[in-house]
C-alpha cells in the first residue's frame, strides 16, 4: 500500500466529462489499495476569466480581494470531483484551504506555503476516504484566503505530498511528460525519461511551463518524487529525481524559453553607493521580483543607465512604483520594452565542461540575432532577445546541443 497524490491541471478537469475521467484515475488508485489525496486545478480558462473580471474593475487592484475572487475556480472542481467520485462508489470529501488549514504567509496574490495542519486528514486517509484538495489556494496569517501564484496547484500538490509523507506525487497534465524544448516549436523535442531537480528549477523558473517553480524547490527540499505524466494516456511520464539517480548525463538537458517577460531601461541614474538598493528595494517590498539585470559602468563616472527584466504582469506596477520614487532615483527616463523573450539552456553537465555559453552565442550570431542581455548560473545561461526571434533561436539552438530527436 503506497500512499499518492494526484495532481490533475485545467485541460484534465475542463469539463464534467473529463471530471468523470479523473474519478476513474482516481478510483484506479484507491482499488490498487493505495491511500490518495487528489488535487484538482481551476477548469481551463476559468482562472484567466477571474483574473480578467479583477482587472477590469481595478487595475491596482487590492491583492487580498483578487484571491476571494481567483481562488474560487479549485472551489468548484474540488466540489464537482469529490460529487463525480462518491458517483462511482468512492468515499471522498472536498477540504478547501481554510478548513484544512494550509497555511501560508500573507503575501496575497503570491503566498507560500509554511505549513498544513494534516492531523484530521491524515486520519481520514487512513480511514480510506479520498481528500480533494483544492490546488491554489491556503490560509494566510490575516485569516483571509490567499493564493499561491499562477500555476501553484503544483505546489499544493508538492507540498501536500511532502506533509502527508507521500511515496509519489504524480501531475497529470496535458502533455506526456518533459521535453528537451517546447514540442511546438520543434517536432524534434525529446520527452526526458528523468531530469534532476536542479534543471527542473531552472527549467519552470525560465519558463518552461510544465511545473511552478516554488514546486520544484519544494520537491527538492523534501525530496518528493514527483512524476509529471499525461491524463489522456497510461504512458509512463517524466521522472523528477535527485542528480545520483541518472546514470549517463548529458551536457544540455533542455532549452526554454519565456515570452513573459519586459524590460526596463532607467536612463541615467546616479552611479553611486545605495542606488541599486534604492531601486530594487522598492520593486521587491511591492512583490515585483526583478530578473536579469545590467549595470554599466558610467563613462562620465557620475551616471548609467540600469537594465532589468521582469514578469510582464508586473509592468505596469514596476513602472508606477519606480515614478513614485522619481524625485529620489533621479533617472532622467524610464523605458519599457515588452518585445523581448528570454531564451535559456540548461543542463548539469555545465558544471564540469567548458564552451557550453560560447556554443549558445556562436549559435545565435551565426543566426543574426542580437543578445541584449546575458546571465548565467551554475547549470544555466539566458539571454534576453527580441521577441520574434524566439522560435528561430529556440530550434538552432535545439540543434547545436545534439538535442533534436532522430
Ligand atoms: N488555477 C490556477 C492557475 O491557473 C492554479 C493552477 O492551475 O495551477 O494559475
Ligand atoms: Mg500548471
Not at 162 to 182: N, Q
Not at 229 to 245: A, C, I, N, Q
Request: glycine share 8%; with cysteine; proline share 3%.
Amino acid at each position: 500500500m503506497a500512499r499518492i497524490v494526484q495532481k490533475f491541471g485545467g485541460t484534465s478537469v475542463a469539463n464534467v466529462e473529463r471530471i468523470r475521467a479523473v474519478a476513474l484515475r482516481v478510483k484506479a488508485e484507491v482499488d490498487a489499495g493505495n491511500q490518495v489525496a487528489v488535487v484538482p486545478s481551476a477548469m481551463a480558462g476559468e482562472t484567466n476569466r477571474l483574473v480578467e473580471l479583477v482587472t477590469s474593475v481595478s487595475k491596482l487592484y487590492d491583492a487580498r480581494e483578487y484571491d476571494t475572487i481567483v481562488s474560487t475556480g479549485e472551489q468548484v472542481t474540488v466540489g464537482l470531483l469529490a460529487l463525480a467520485l462518491q458517483d462511482i462508489g468512492i468515499q471522498a470529501r472536498s477540504w478547501l484551504g481554510w478548513q484544512i488549514p494550509i497555511h501560508t504567509n500573507g503575501v496575497h496574490g503570491k503566498a507560500r506555503i509554511e505549513s498544513i495542519d494534516i492531523e484530521e486528514i491524515e486520519k481520514r486517509l487512513e480511514r480510506g476516504e479520498v481528500l480533494v484538495v483544492p490546488g491554489f489556494q491556503g490560509l494566510g496569517p490575516d485569516n483571509r484566503i490567499t493564493t499561491l501564484g499562477r500555476g501553484g496547484s503544483d505546489t499544493s500538490a508538492v507540498a501536500l505530498a511532502a506533509a502527508l509523507k507521500a511515496d509519489r506525487c504524480d501531475i497529470y497534465t496535458d502533455v506526456d511528460g518533459v521535453y528537451t524544448t517546447d514540442p511546438r516549436i520543434t517536432p524534434k523535442a525529446r520527452k526526458l525519461d528523468k531530469i534532476t531537480y536542479e534543471e527542473m528549477l531552472e527549467m519552470a523558473s525560465v519558463g518552461a511551463k510544465v511545473l511552478q517553480t516554488r514546486s520544484v524547490e519544494l520537491a527538492m527540499k523534501h525530496g518528493v518524487r514527483v512524476q509529471v505524466l499525461s491524463s489522456y494516456t497510461d504512458e509512463p511520464g517524466t521522472l523528477v529525481v535527485d542528480e545520483d539517480e541518472i546514470v549517463e548525463q548529458e551536457l544540455v538537458s533542455g532549452i526554454a524559453y519565456s515570452r513573459d517577460e519586459a524590460k526596463i531601461t532607467l536612463v541615467s541614474v546616479p552611479d553611486q553607493p545605495g542606488i541599486a538598493a534604492a531601486i530594487f528595494g522598492p520593486l521587491a517590498d511591492n512583490g515585483i521580483n526583478v530578473d536579469m539585470i545590467v549595470q554599466n559602468i558610467s563613462h562620465d563616472n557620475n551616471a548609467t543607465d540600469l537594465t532589468f527584466t521582469l514578469p510582464m504582469a508586473d509592468l505596469e506596477r514596476a513602472i508606477a512604483t519606480l515614478e513614485g520614487k522619481r524625485g529620489e532615483l533621479n533617472f532622467a527616463d524610464i523605458r519599457a520594452d515588452k518585445n523581448v523573450a528570454k531564451i535559456s539552456v540548461i543542463g548539469v553537465g555545465m558544471r564540469s565542461h567548458a564552451g557550453v555559453a560560447q556554443r549558445m552565442f556562436t549559435t545565435l550570431a551565426e543566426k543574426g540575432i542580437n543578445i541584449q542581455v546575458i546571465s548565467t548560473s551554475e547549470i544555466k545561461v539566458s539571454v534576453l532577445i527580441a521577441e520574434e526571434y524566439t522560435e528561430l533561436a529556440v530550434r538552432a539552438l535545439h540543434t547545436a546541443y545534439g538535442l533534436d530527436a532522430d
